[in-house]
């Protein structure tokens, strides 16, 4: 009998205790939401560990800086380790932000020098290659007579083809 009262309260404690847990991640996204920022996501810091209290804190504030936080929750209180603003925002993070709210910075390909050039004689002219690698590859500008090749299907060989889009080959 003293074994089932005692497992009951084990039980009840636990159950209170997750009570408390999800009620103070509700006052963390409330807190985060009353400065004006938008609350992304809270993540376990290290999911391995059995008394794991910390957790990262994701968010975007007012001026759409995003934002890492390691936050302590203790019980029914918690309180934020650091805070720090992040430029390499994690994909699953960015699936959280609603539709057309994030459009990534992406760098501008950086133009390879030409290394040499690979002339065929097709039927509708003189094509140049130009390859920035020993061979013929995706990105590389394709000239017919001298001018940007136009887009379409170019054979260069016995069944050997190359498709070209905007004067690169796609």
Same mark, same amino acid.
């Given at each position: 009998?003293?074994?089932?009262?005692?497992?009951?309260?084990?039980?009840?404690?636990?159950?209170?205790?997750?009570?408390?847990?999800?009620?103070?991640?509700? $006052?963390?996204?409330?807190?985060? %939401?009353?400065?004006?920022?938008?609350?992304? $996501?809270?993540?376990?810091?290290?999911?391995?560990? $059995?008394?794991?209290?910390?957790?990262?804190?994701?968010?975007?504030?007012?001026?759409?800086?995003?934002?890492?936080?390691?936050? $302590?929750?203790?019980?029914?209180?918690?309180?934020?380790?650091?805070?720090?603003?992040?430029?390499?925002?994690?994909?699953?993070?960015?699936?959280?932000?609603?539709?057309?709210?994030?459009?990534?910075?992406?760098?501008?390909?950086? %133009?390879?020098?030409?290394?040499?050039?690979?002339?065929?004689?097709?039927?509708?002219?003189?094509?140049?290659? %130009?390859?920035? %690698?020993?061979?013929?590859?995706? #990105?590389?500008?394709?000239?017919?007579?001298?001018?940007?090749?136009?887009?379409?299907?170019?054979?260069? #060989?016995?069944?050997?083809?190359?498709?070209?889009?905007?004067?690169?080959?796609?």
């Amino acid at each position: 009998m003293d074994v089932a009262i005692i497992g009951a309260v084990f039980i009840v404690l636990i159950f209170v205790s997750i009570h408390f847990h999800f009620k103070t991640i509700d $006052r963390i996204k409330a807190d985060v %939401e009353k400065k004006g920022h938008y609350f992304l $996501r809270l993540e376990d810091a290290d999911p391995f560990s $059995r008394r794991n209290r910390n957790y990262w804190l994701y968010y975007r504030d007012t001026r759409k800086n995003f934002h890492q936080a390691k936050v $302590r929750i203790d019980f029914s209180s918690y309180e934020i380790v650091s805070d720090k603003i992040i430029t390499e925002v994690p994909e699953r993070i960015l699936n959280d932000l609603p539709e057309g709210e994030y459009t990534p910075y992406k760098k501008p390909l950086e %133009e390879k020098a030409v290394i040499s050039r690979k002339k065929f004689d097709t039927p509708d002219g003189y094509l140049v290659v %130009e390859l920035t %690698e020993p061979d013929i590859a995706v #990105g590389n500008k394709v000239l017919l007579d001298d001018k940007k090749a136009p887009d379409g299907k170019y054979k260069l #060989g016995f069944l050997t083809y190359i498709y070209v889009k905007d004067g690169n080959i796609c």
